[in-house]
């Protein structure tokens, strides 16, 4: 008798840092700085809405819900958060992250 794997869904969003390149080619150190803090504060979004961050890497992160209202609202959140935060930024540091799910 053959053994299934169990199944569920799943909700990828992924995310990248809109600019990123721009940014490096400015100042990379404080680039990477800022596109990891991004992601930190996003995961903690991420997590507070019952997903998790798999992978960060470079200008991109990954994350997984059980939902997709999940991944919307938390991805709405995170980006209210960050269009606040980002407009007390000097205008060269101004990011934005897109999420794509």
């Keep these: ?58 200008d991109a992160l990954v994350a997984e819900f059980a939902g997709a209202s999940d991944a919307v609202a938390a991805s709405v959140d995170f980006q209210e958060a960050n269009t606040t935060r980002a407009s007390e930024k000097t205008n060269h540091w101004k990011h934005r992250v897109v999420q794509r799910s």
């Design 1 to 58: 008798m053959e053994e299934r794997l169990p199944r569920k869904l799943a909700v990828l969003l992924h995310a990248d840092v809109v600019g990123s390149t721009a940014l490096v080619q400015l100042n990379e150190t404080l680039a990477h700085q800022r596109i990891q803090d991004a992601f930190h504060r996003f995961s903690e979004t991420i997590k507070a809405y019952g997903g998790v961050a798999h992978e960060i890497r470079g």
